[in-house]
């Protein structure tokens, strides 16, 4: 069964600051990986996805994956205080899968 | 955008009634759709995948008998908490990829807080 571990946190940065949220994935044969931001009583939004090792920014996110450490991160540059959300980490369940695994969620707090 | 709603966003119930919670994708078609729980601090974990057409397919665990989905159209899927008991309090969530979509394309509802008393 494919475990997505992530730290819980609480991660707290200062506004203006990188935050830095990682995940580690067991499934080594896992190809797609997905970032989702979840605000307190809401459902989850995609914030990013990568499916190549290195590195691919969007805005501010920068995602990067390292298959050979099963590791995928997230980089939030210059941190804003609507930042502050849970994010997980989600890998598909199985090649080419819509269902997800998700991990526990990082609980990250931007401090004005 | 896509969108997937749920109905209704937030239930109270008794203890022992069974509750239906609707998912629908507004603008797309979805022959499947996905049912996730999540508990308070916890990580959404899905409970089942909807198949519009045939039988819904159950995670390990989840109780076919007691979470009844049906998907009675291509943009439609419901989830119905039989005889539901305060345990089965939780954050209920569905997701929907369209049928036309990738991977990166799958969109949740807003959720259904149910609380059972």
């Known amino acids: 069964q494919k475990e997505v571990e992530q730290n819980s946190g609480p991660l707290s940065v200062p506004e203006g600051a990188i935050a830095s949220l990682n995940c580690t994935y067991s499934d080594r044969g896992s190809q797609s990986f997905f970032w989702y931001r979840q605000y307190s009583g809401k459902s989850p939004e995609l914030i990013m996805f990568?499916?190549?090792?290195g590195d691919k920014e969007d805005g501010r996110f920068t995602a990067q994956l390292n298959k050979a450490s099963q590791y995928v991160s997230l980089l939030i540059r210059d941190s804003q205080p609507s930042d502050s959300a849970t994010y997980l980490c989600?890998?598909?369940?199985?090649?080419?899968?819509?269902?997800?695994?998700f991990g526990k969620g990082t609980k990250l707090s931007v401090i004005p | 955008g896509a969108v997937v709603s749920q109905h209704p966003s937030r239930v109270i119930c008794k203890s022992g009634t069974s509750v239906k919670i609707e998912c629908r994708s507004l603008d797309f078609q979805a022959t499947t759709m996905f049912w996730y729980r999540q508990f308070p601090k916890k990580s959404l974990m899905l409970m089942a995948t909807s198949n519009e057409g045939s039988k819904a397919t159950y995670e390990q665990g989840v109780e076919k008998d007691k979470f009844l989905i049906n998907h009675a159209s291509l943009t439609l899927s419901t989830l119905t908490v039989t005889s539901a008991h305060p345990e089965d309090s939780s954050f209920y969530i569905c997701s929907a990829p369209p049928d036309a979509g990738s991977l990166e394309t799958q969109y949740f509802g807003p959720g259904t807080r149910l609380l059972v008393l």
């Open positions: 990568i499916y190549s090792n």
């Open positions: 989600a890998v598909p369940s199985g090649a080419g899968s819509y269902q997800l695994t």
